[in-house]
């Protein structure tokens, strides 16, 4: 019997990349969005999900399993991207990406694991983020959301772990995606003292996701982790440096690091 998979976010980038991949392997493959009826011509299923609403939340699930009676596999894909100096971001663009990166893969997470529990199997997958793993400048909030789900994944796992239920992270470096259209800008202003710097890091950024890997690499990743008996905790999956800059982040002195960055940076 295929494998059913839900995976949110799942109608563009990453995770339609994923959703086709998958879905060409045999599984049964539903996908989330705010908006599914953009998606008509989707290999998989696209449902109405939000991620900061908890009862759209519990009824996609519901859907799923009231169709196949089981729910084998949970990816949270769904997050949102966002740059600016952290002293000039809205505080409700902070809270709305904390929502979208971190509260709504809890909350998903809390709606599928009674499920779980029943079948005594399951298995769910945190997409996080290499910026997760670091502060990096202009991009402290997205860091600290995807840092932060990172952490709550390698907790959630212990308690989890008597429920035949097994949870990992996969985090990506940059891939070739929408996912700069779709980040939250914070304006550069003329008379901002951080004009000068977040004005040149806010192109590079771009320009890193438009020559990122192609997201097939993170399909791969997620059927290889599906496939495993026993999921590592934490995934990487992007260029080696991108990879490299974790291990980096651990065997040097943090201000060697923190001059890495800088000088990467242009700071």
Do not use: C, W
Request: charged share 20%; aromatic share 8%; proline share 5%.
């Amino acid at each position: 019997m295929s494998k059913v998979i839900l995976i949110t976010g799942g109608s563009s980038g990453i995770g339609k990349s994923m959703g086709e991949f998958l879905t060409e392997k045999g599984f049964k493959v539903y996908g989330t969005s705010r908006n599914p009826e953009r998606y008509g011509n989707s290999v998989f299923p696209i449902m109405a999900l939000d991620v900061k609403n908890v009862k759209s939340i519990n009824e996609a699930v519901n859907k799923v399993i009231a169709t196949e009676g089981r729910l084998d596999v949970v990816i949270n894909n769904a997050g949102v991207g966002i740059t600016g100096p952290i002293e000039e971001i809205p505080e409700e663009q902070i809270q709305h990406n904390f929502d979208t990166n971190f509260f709504g893969p809890i909350n998903v997470i809390k709606a599928v694991l009674p499920q779980m529990r029943k079948q005594n199997d399951g298995l769910i997958i945190n997409i996080t983020s290499i910026a997760g793993y670091m502060g990096l400048p202009y991009r402290g909030i997205y860091s600290a959301s995807k840092g932060a789900l990172e952490l709550i994944t390698e907790a959630f796992r212990m308690e989890i772990k008597d429920f035949n239920v097994k949870m990992t992270n996969i985090a990506p470096g940059d891939f070739a995606t929408n996912i700069a259209a779709g980040r939250f800008h914070s304006p550069v202003k003329e008379n901002s003292p951080y004009a000068k710097p977040y004005g040149s890091i806010l192109k590079d950024i771009d320009e890193h996701v438009d020559g990122g890997s192609d997201p097939i690499e993170m399909a791969k990743m997620v059927f290889k982790v599906i496939n495993a008996k026993k999921p590592k905790i934490h995934y990487k999956v992007g260029a080696f440096m991108q990879k490299f800059s974790i291990v980096l982040k651990f065997i040097l002195p943090d201000k060697v690091y923190e001059k890495m960055l800088l000088n990467h940076y242009n700071l």
